[in-house]
């Protein structure tokens, strides 16, 4: 009797949430890819609907974006309640900047500007807390481009904190996860964020776009393997 190989087992896409017509997943969606998943990519704000379960997915990813999370839009309000799905089937959840506030959100929490009107655009600390070292380990510094933060939701472990804004990245569950900061920036998407943002950088707080690229330079590498790490934990299908 012949032994054939098995065929490996296709894994289930990723759903990818993104809140402009140019957004690209970057980095992130390089990453999934590379594991294994294809991206089905929506775009709420252009009137892609969102599916009313993820039992065909292996999780999703809702991106940042120039829309706050307290905006009064049809689609906003929409999106935040439609994470109801990944939370009421314990399905694997990333937000980023955006995503992790609209999933504050939905969870009962806050979202606000710095008291003092400070910014995070550009490269900042990140501290790991004693319940984010256990983990895995965290880099030190991370790319932020965002004016509003968020208050730690209800029953959630707090992983890192920054300065201005101390929640950086939370875990809620087993499976929903936020983060304040961008980890998914090819080298082409930030060229593209500064000069499309050149406007912020005289916000407090904010660093000058030499600053951006400079330290790319300095903090992308580790940056890059921690998104990667972080991946393979929230998508850990076989």
Not at 40 to 60: F, Q
Not at 113 to 131: R, V
Not at 218 to 225: E, G, N, P, T, V
Request: charge should be neutral; include cysteine; hydrophobic fraction near 45%.
């Amino acid at each position: 009797m012949l032994d054939f190989p098995r065929k490996p087992r296709l894994k289930r896409p990723v759903l990818i949430v993104l809140h402009q017509e140019t957004s690209s997943p970057g980095r992130v969606g390089q990453i999934l890819q590379a594991m294994g998943h294809a991206l089905d990519i929506r775009r709420p704000v252009l009137g892609d609907p969102l599916p009313a379960t993820l039992s065909h997915h292996a999780g999703a990813v809702v991106f940042g974006g120039p829309m706050s999370a307290n905006d009064d839009e049809a689609y906003v309000r929409a999106e935040i309640d439609w994470l109801s799905v990944p939370l009421s089937e314990n399905r694997p959840f990333l937000g980023i900047c955006l995503g992790a506030q609209m999933l504050v959100k939905n969870l009962g929490g806050t979202v606000f500007g710095h008291a003092e009107g400070w910014t995070e655009i550009g490269w900042y600390p990140l501290a790991a807390t004693k319940a984010g070292t256990a983990l895995m380990p965290w880099p030190d510094m991370v790319y932020q481009f965002h004016r509003e933060g968020f208050d730690l939701p209800r029953d959630a472990t707090l992983l890192a904190t920054g300065h201005h804004y101390e929640n950086q990245a939370f875990r809620y569950g087993d499976n929903a996860w936020g983060i304040q900061f961008h980890g998914e920036l090819t080298l082409a998407m930030m060229h593209r964020w500064v000069v499309r943002g050149a406007h912020r950088f005289e916000l407090p707080g904010a660093q000058v776009g030499r600053a951006h690229l400079d330290g790319r330079l300095l903090h992308d590498a580790a940056l890059r393997l921690w998104m990667t790490s972080f991946l393979e934990r929230i998508f850990h299908e076989a």
